[in-house]
């Protein structure tokens, strides 16, 4: 069976991509407002003059139904602006009908109904491939916009600025084992009995998307070189990300438009209160991460430096990493990392050679970890921002990097060195990143 190692990666907001259905998407302008408007008329006309319901809709019932539509064209609009990426929503009675912190209301038994007479010929705002079964695994149906809004957001002039998100909806998140035999797998989100620690975790994301609702953020793309990437300014909202079904493990940040944004747009164009932005990063901070659960001081030298494989540094950090979330020995390199290498390199050489150099933490490699020491690393950064709140300095994380604006990077390097320390119990290094050409 081919090892297919993961390692980081994103959630929900992939650019490009296919991506789940964001049911709190609104039409936040005059402008977006009227296309939805004009969709919820037609879409009566149409039900009056086929006769499709025998009964007028209660209060309740058409404020939610408005709700709905609004919700669609809204999450399609802004899809298609962010590169026509489709949407992948469920059509299941079992699943919308059960109750889960996750799903909005506007995500109900109804929801199927509504996206029907959307898809129908003589409305053309929605185009639908309903799920079939891939390789024997079951896919989610995938929407996209019809031709009638395609047009609408092309004679409206449609563009981020003109929608918006509820901020509201579930901001920790739980997410069971990944079937790793299933390409398409997630790990679907689930369902959980709130206790202490979920309630502590729910109230310093408050706190925290709070602060950054307030915060004086702009961009300009001067200067910045195309393909410039979609974002929208209102996007701020931050969710925690567990994993493997515990809530010791991943609770990455996901969100926040700036970790859309490739680095060199950030560094060029970010505006953090009226200043540059500054980038600072954790260096090595996986493998710093490791030795502190091991109980064990890392090495004083660059712990991705190993003699042989001088000039594939990029290559060992990841392969470290790949070790570090496999639960047994690698028998090939992880995915996308062949190249980092020599032609005649072996991936069990490699391996060799990375748990000579660190001894001490070799009986923590092969075991899956890796999402224990994300756990680590996410704990640092939650906490690293509470203090930079408190200190009434906007700072925007990027797993486990810290946006800043430029004065501040000082203030910032020394409370993340402190926080690091403390949390992980070994010494940290932090860097100020330089910016990548696009």
Do not use: C
């Not at 925007?396 to 926080?419: F, G, K, N, Q, W």
């Amino acid at each position: 069976m081919d090892q297919r190692i993961t390692v980081g990666g994103s959630e929900d907001e992939d650019v490009g991509r296919e991506r789940p259905f964001n049911p709190y998407r609104f039409a936040a302008s005059e402008n977006s407002k009227g296309i939805v408007r004009e969709a919820i008329g037609l879409l009566s006309t149409y039900e009056d003059r086929f006769g499709l319901r025998r009964n007028k809709r209660r209060t309740r019932d058409q404020q939610t139904f408005e709700q709905t539509v609004e919700a669609i064209l809204s999450d399609l609009m802004h899809g298609q602006l962010v590169g026509g990426s489709g949407i992948f929503v469920t059509r299941s009675n079992r699943v919308l009908g059960a109750k889960s912190r996750y799903r909005a209301a506007v995500y109900s038994k109804a929801f199927p109904a509504t996206l029907d007479l959307l898809s129908k010929p003589e409305m053309a705002y929605v185009e639908q491939d309903i799920a079939v079964d891939v390789q024997g695994a079951s896919r989610s149906t995938v929407i996209r916009p019809g031709q009638r809004l395609l047009d609408r957001i092309a004679e409206h002039e449609v563009d981020l600025d003109d929608l918006d998100t509820h901020q509201t909806g579930e901001t920790i998140i739980l997410k069971r084992l990944k079937d790793r035999a299933n390409f398409w797998d997630d790990g679907e989100r689930l369902d959980y009995p709130d206790e202490d620690v979920t309630d502590r975790y729910r109230t310093q994301m408050a706190e925290i998307n709070q602060w950054l609702h307030e915060a004086d953020l702009k961009f300009d793309w001067k200067g910045i070189a195309w393909p410039h990437t979609p974002i929208s300014l209102r996007d701020r909202r931050l969710r925690r990300v567990f994993t493997q079904g515990r809530f010791d493990s991943g609770g990455r940040l996901f969100g926040g438009f700036w970790q859309l944004l490739r680095k060199d747009e950030r560094q060029t164009g970010l505006r953090v209160s009226g200043e540059e932005a500054v980038e600072l990063d954790y260096g090595q901070a996986g493998a710093r991460i490791l030795y502190g659960m091991a109980g064990h001081q890392p090495p004083l030298d660059d712990l991705y430096h190993l003699w042989g494989y001088v000039q594939q540094r990029d290559g060992i950090k990841r392969v470290m990493s790949a070790m570090t979330f496999a639960e047994k020995p690698l028998e090939r390199f992880p995915q996308d990392t062949r190249k980092l290498f020599r032609r005649g390199d072996k991936i069990a050489e490699v391996v060799a050679a990375i748990e000579q150099k660190h001894e001490l933490i070799r009986d923590r490699f092969h075991r899956g970890l890796g999402h224990d020491v994300q756990f680590i690393e996410s704990q640092i950064m939650v906490e690293v921002l509470l203090i930079m709140k408190a200190r009434a300095i906007t700072a925007l994380p990027i797993h486990d990097a810290l946006v800043v604006p430029a004065s501040a990077a000082a203030t910032a390097r020394e409370v993340m060195l402190s926080v690091f320390q403390r949390v992980a119990g070994v010494e940290g290094i932090v860097t100020q990143s330089e910016a990548e050409t696009p």
